[in-house]
């Protein structure tokens, strides 16, 4: 009954996307690409809890869980690192699925299919591969992503292994073309 209840809440998040025509349109719990970090927490929290946990540190990460009742578990956003205004550069929302990748794999087919009737005319494309963050190549990452003007929708789904300090996850991120090129040419570099 809950992940009947979830995919309700996730199907239903989606259906103001189809009026989005601007990046600021699309949001995550009311956060949107382009908005100032400062406007959700404090900057002293920001600094306090921010890392950069890339061998790049163009971008810093700061990540908080939303309150219950929320559609997602927590949030992670991207933000320059040297940006006195931390403006949001990629936004995730994540659920957690501890030890349940399977379970990711079903809502996140859900929210694919409600995405393709809302982006059917955007390309999309659909991959699974290891994960850049793992160096064992034991972790694996299925992906789906929607190519639009400024960036990209993804679906992913994360399945970590046993030597990664991560939590199996469904994220749906929105990312800018800027920190798409950084996180895929130089942040594990």
């Known amino acids: 009954m809950k992940r009947l209840l979830l995919i ?9 996307l189809t009026k989005a025509e601007d990046i600021k349109d699309f949001q995550i719990e009311g956060m949107s690409i382009g908005d100032s970090l400062l406007d959700y927490t404090s ?30 578990d927590g949030y992670l956003v991207h933000y320059k690192t040297d940006d006195p205004k931390f403006i949001i550069k990629a936004l995730q929302g994540m659920i957690l699925f501890k030890n349940n990748f399977s379970e990711c794999l079903k809502i996140k087919k859900t929210i694919v ?28 990452s ?18 970590w292994s046993d030597n ?16 798409d090129y950084w996180i895929n040419n130089e942040a594990y570099d």
């Open 43 to 72: 900057k002293q929290e920001i600094i306090d809890t921010s890392n950069a946990p890339y061998n790049s540190k163009k971008f810093s990460m700061y990540s908080k869980l939303f309150e219950e009742g929320s559609k997602y």
């Open 113 to 140: 299919s409600d995405l393709d009737q809302t982006f059917n005319d955007m390309k999309k494309n659909s991959w699974q591969s290891k994960h850049a963050a793992d160096k064992s190549g034991k972790s694996i």
């Open 164 to 179: 990664m300090e991560y939590v199996d996850k469904l994220a749906v991120s929105i990312v800018t073309k800027e920190f």
């Open 142 to 159: 299925n992906n789906t992503e929607f190519s639009l003007k400024f960036g990209h929708i993804r679906i992913i789904c994360n399945d």
């Open 8 to 16: 309700l809440i996730l199907t239903f998040s989606f259906q103001t």
